[in-house]
């Protein structure tokens, strides 16, 4: 496998459009990552050639999306090294994926059950819980963030004790880029008793993910940001975990059988996946899997940090400029405020230099409490993007900050 950023560029459509008479340098991956040609023609081959609803049909068009789709999960077995295909659940999303834990975890919690969480985490992985908080009295620790964006995992062992029942963090932050050490999250979890569940929509995308290695209880993320598309996104959850829990919707597919006085469930991953699925997304996600697992992966992370690498070097010094999150070993995430500027306004004017970047609390108000702002900017890099991309970046930035200085 080999890994060549010219050839990656040339397979994404959208990257050899303009945006206010300049060309697109997109860096708002770690919201919405844009899709490859690979991607895009799975979807559109299904939708023209061999389309019809899954599972149960007997013609020719049912049997071949079925094998389409079921091949799908197949390959996202693959992709995170799932034992089997009944622990992966595809759901809308990786919010719907932990709501599904949520809800379905949730109806063996009772009050003073209590769930650890962290200060960075999205707020898909804070608002299902705080319903458990409102509605059963479960209560809620949060693992303190340091300085430099790294969990305080002394801190951590001390808020783990006999009645955690899950610990539910970030596998990497989408807002300071910071990579948690989830193994060891796992075994101190374990050594409680507590279950994990980790939010793997950023580590996902760039780096190599072994669930059976990480010995991790559910794994969640979303199509999206892995070079598919939106309205998918995946559980994995190991055997036991997943066979002990309730169903999380009603309807069909989910049934074993159902009569007038009684119901019994389909085993997973069915029982998790009521009505008809999202057939074309999943086999567009299963198109992005295979995509990804096609590529050199430590080439593509060395890449990845390299452009990190160009930022921090190109803006080192601006006394104007203030980073939020420096862990080691971080992702290649550029979370970033300018002095006397809001992050909106630094969004609004980097788009006039065809730079797109996202700005607000990026669903972590938390997090923007902990570090004292009410917002930031991010430049969010991902395989397509390039050196001469980071230096138009930071071109752009020395430019946009002379408004405010």
Partial sequence: MTFDPADIRAQFPILSRQVNGRPLVYLDSAASAQKP?????????????????????????????????????????????????????????????????????????????????????????????????????VVLKFIPVLDDGSLDMEAFQALLGPKTRLVAVSHMSNVLGTINPARAIVEMAHAVGAQVLLDGCQAIVHAEIDVQALDVDFYAFSGHKLYGPTGIGVLYGKAERLAALPPYQGGGEMIGSVALDAITYADPP???????????????????????????????????????????????????????????????????????????????????????????????????????????????????NTLEEADAFADALSRAQTFFA
């Fill in 37 to 137: 040609r690979a991607v895009i023609d799975a979807m559109v081959r299904t939708t023209e050639t061999s389309y019809a609803n899954v599972h149960r049909g007997l013609h020719t068009l049912a049997n071949e999306t079925t094998e389409a789709f079921e091949g799908a999960r197949e390959s996202v077995r693959r992709l995170i090294n799932a034992e089997t295909t009944a622990q992966v659940i595809f759901t809308k999303g990786a919010t719907d994926a932990i709501n599904l834990v949520a809800s379905s975890f949730g109806l063996s919690l009772v009050a003073g059950d209590e769930i650890v969480l962290s200060e960075m985490e999205h707020h898909s992985n804070i608002v299902p819980w705080h319903f458990l908080r409102e509605r059963k009295g």
């Fill in 270 to 384: 069915h029982r998790f996946e009521a009505g008809t699925p999202p057939i074309i997304e999943a086999i567009g996600l299963g198109a992005a899997a295979e995509w990804v697992m096609s590529l050199d992966r430590e080439a593509v992370m060395a890449h990845e940090h390299g452009l990190y690498r160009r930022i921090k070097e190109r803006l080192n010094g601006a006394n104007w400029l203030t980073e939020i999150g420096t862990a080691p070993g971080k992702g290649a995430i550029f979370a970033f405020n300018v002095a006397g500027a809001h992050a909106h306004d630094i969004a609004q004017i980097l788009d006039r230099y065809g730079v797109a970047v996202r700005a607000g609390t990026h669903c972590a108000e938390p997090l923007m409490r902990r570090f004292g702002v009410t917002s930031t900017a991010r430049a969010s890099f991902a395989l397509y």
